[in-house]
């Protein structure tokens, strides 16, 4: 691994480690995300707390995160498994972002994003598989990680060289919903217009 890209790693990290969702709340003059609803700053949060108008900026704001990031690196020339560790580092900074105490987000929407470059048609059909999920069973947890876990193997008739950096995203993104799938087998998970208690 070249040092400039482990400099492309460690500049992806930092732009994931830009939390919209706690500057938008900021600028609505809402609270902290991280003190509200499920304490997650992510657009489903905000969502709960804020309204649609903050939740769209912080859902486009962290999609562009991860396009913005893989989409650089791939035309400065890095290797399929290179772009896999950038969309890593952007999502790890969106969860332990290091302008925040580390205290972040699940980083579905920058998974998203970084998986944008590798097709339309992968984003396309990963948006109605989420979309079918979440109509079918209004848990936003759930159709994230229904949703990552397919993706490895759409990838694999997409783009087969692909196919293993995002397995490793959808490894990342699973375990970070590991509380969200302890809630939903003990029945515990609010669906997404639902409030905490």
Not at 31 to 41: E, I, K, L, M, V
Not at 135 to 150: D, E, N, P
Request: hydrophobic share 55%.
């Amino acid at each position: 691994m070249t040092a400039m890209t482990i400099l492309i790693i460690a500049c992806a990290y930092l732009v994931g480690s830009v939390s919209s969702a706690i500057i938008v709340c900021r600028l609505f003059g809402k609270d902290d995300p991280r003190t509200q609803g499920s304490h997650n700053p992510g657009a489903t949060n905000v969502l709960r707390i804020a309204g649609k108008l903050p939740a769209a900026l912080v859902l486009v704001f962290d999609i562009l995160k991860g396009t913005v990031s893989v989409w650089g690196a791939y035309f400065l020339g890095l290797n399929p498994i290179e772009l896999g560790l950038v969309a890593v580092a952007v999502c790890l900074g969106h969860i332990f972002p290091v302008f925040f105490g580390f205290s972040g987000g699940k980083a579905v929407a920058t998974a998203f994003g970084a998986l944008l470059p590798i097709g339309l048609d992968l984003s396309l059909m990963l948006i109605v598989i989420w979309l079918i999920v979440l109509f079918c069973s209004g848990y936003s947890s759930l159709a994230a990680v229904i949703t990552v876990s397919l993706a490895p193997f759409i990838t694999w008739f997409v783009k087969a060289a692909y196919a293993l950096p995002v397995a490793m995203l959808a490894v990342l993104i699973i375990v970070r919903h590991k509380d969200n799938l302890i809630r939903l087998v003990k029945g515990q998970e609010p669906k997404i217009r639902q409030k905490y208690s």
